[in-house]
């Protein structure tokens, strides 16, 4: 908690850009917004004119769950991990269907002890049409106690739960007809509407719920086993090794220099900011982890670990002392794995899309160069908790007490 105070009392003393309010929606897509309305505005009417009114969701009987996201990109794909979590509390003996676009809910979830199957979209619908018929065929012919649009306003979702049969249907109201926010008219106990993203689904299930709930909002959390702990520890330790030495108890911190988009700072900016960064804290060890592309955005400088793996960078981060990163999927898994993250945004909102976690910080880097956001970095730094990865922890299932932190 102190850590999260200091750096945030640091980031809201900067210079807020535009641009921070959000990402920029294409002009194309704004099109494809208004003919698929122009197309299905009345069905959207009239299939939110039979969504589950406030309270109306029994607190028993619910035992087959649909939950809707279809977006293929990997950080939507995370922040779902908050929803399930509250399904899971709310009725334990269900059984859960994803229905997801792309492969990363797949490659998150699919091993999830009550999740049965993830349906996957292809990203390109138009050149998979077959494919895609035969899977919402397939889809069709299931019978749900509860479905959940988990995203307000997505005009896919919204067209996927029209199609699903569930005695249940949760949505938020759209944009060409009521506020966002209508459905959550009788706020669940102790809540607003959330706007950070993770948040809305939990926000409307709650709403929903015919009992009151009071608890903080479940964390974004991949449910890591020990093994896959163990197994990244031991990844990781080779990867930080040299020959002939053993490990030292320095500080292990993971960088992530890809993000797509305006929300990608320059390979130059990258290397001059772990450079000063660790002239300021010399006893930090820095690992580069490689994006998809396999190449190196920090000059082959460091020590640096690759997958494609989801659930093996996850581990591998798990087993870390502190994550750094622009806005991306992968600052999201960090969060999701319990290791301290700190996420750099210049182009889109921090109340939306920051890493969820008491020591997780999302700074506004407007206004300031490399070398000044190391140092802020090397504060966030200086308050983490000891070092993780000591010598003894190659061959060991990581402590009660790590797995304790990397929990929160």
């Excluded at 807020?16 to 309305?37: D, Y």
């Excluded at 190449?295 to 494609?308: E, K, M, N």
């Excluded at 659930?311 to 319990?338: K, P, T, Y």
Aim: glycine share 6%; hydrophobic share 45%; charged share 15%.
């Amino acid at each position: 908690m102190q850590v999260h105070r200091f750096v945030n009392k640091a980031a809201n003393q900067l210079p807020h850009s535009p641009a921070a309010a959000g990402t920029r929606t294409p002009p194309w897509n704004n099109t494809r917004h208004r003919v698929i309305e122009f197309c299905f505005g009345r069905l959207f009417s009239a299939m939110e004119s039979r969504l589950c009114a406030p309270g109306g969701l029994p607190t028993h009987g619910i035992h087959r769950v649909l939950v809707c996201r279809p977006n293929h990109r990997l950080g939507n794909a995370v922040l779902l991990s908050p929803l399930l979590t509250e399904i899971e509390t709310l009725y334990p003996g269900a059984e859960i269907d994803i229905l997801a676009a792309g492969h990363a809910a797949e490659a998150l979830f699919s091993d999830r002890f009550q999740v049965r199957r993830v349906f996957s979209l292809p990203r390109k619908i138009a050149h998979h049409v077959w494919a895609t018929a035969s899977l919402l065929r397939e889809l069709r012919r299931n019978r749900y106690d509860l479905a959940i649009d988990a995203c307000n306003d997505s005009q896919s979702g919204r067209l996927l739960l029209m199609f699903v049969r569930a005695r249940f249907k949760l949505g938020f109201a759209h944009q060409h007809g009521r506020a966002a926010n209508e459905c959550a008219a009788a706020p669940a106990e102790g809540h607003s509407y959330p706007e950070h993203f993770a948040r809305r689904g939990v926000f409307l299930l709650r709403t929903a719920y015919a009992a009151k709930i009071a608890r903080p909002y479940p964390p974004i959390n991949l449910q890591l086993s020990a093994l896959e702990r163990q197994r990244a520890c031991q990844a990781l330790s080779a990867v930080l090794a040299k020959p002939g030495s053993s490990l030292t108890l320095e500080r292990v911190i993971g960088v992530f220099a890809n993000a797509t988009g305006a929300k990608g700072y320059s390979e130059r900016w990258w290397i001059q900011f772990v450079g000063a960064l660790q002239t300021l804290q010399p006893q930090t060890t820095f690992v580069n982890l490689i994006a998809e592309h396999g190449r190196s955005q920090l000059g082959g400088r460091y020590a640096s670990y690759y997958t494609r793996h989801l659930r093996h960078l996850a581990a591998v981060i798990a087993n870390m002392d502190g994550f750094i990163s622009a806005d991306c999927g992968v600052m999201h898994v960090a969060a999701a794995s319990g290791t301290p993250t700190l996420g750099l945004f210049c182009a889109t909102s921090p109340a939306k899309y920051g890493p969820q976690g008491a020591a997780n910080v999302a700074l506004h880097t407007d206004a300031l160069d490399a070398t000044d956001v190391a140092s802020i970095a090397s504060d966030w730094l200086s308050l983490a908790p000891a070092p993780l990865l000591t010598p003894s922890a190659r061959d060991q299932i990581p402590t009660p007490a790590v797995a304790h932190r990397n929990a929160v």
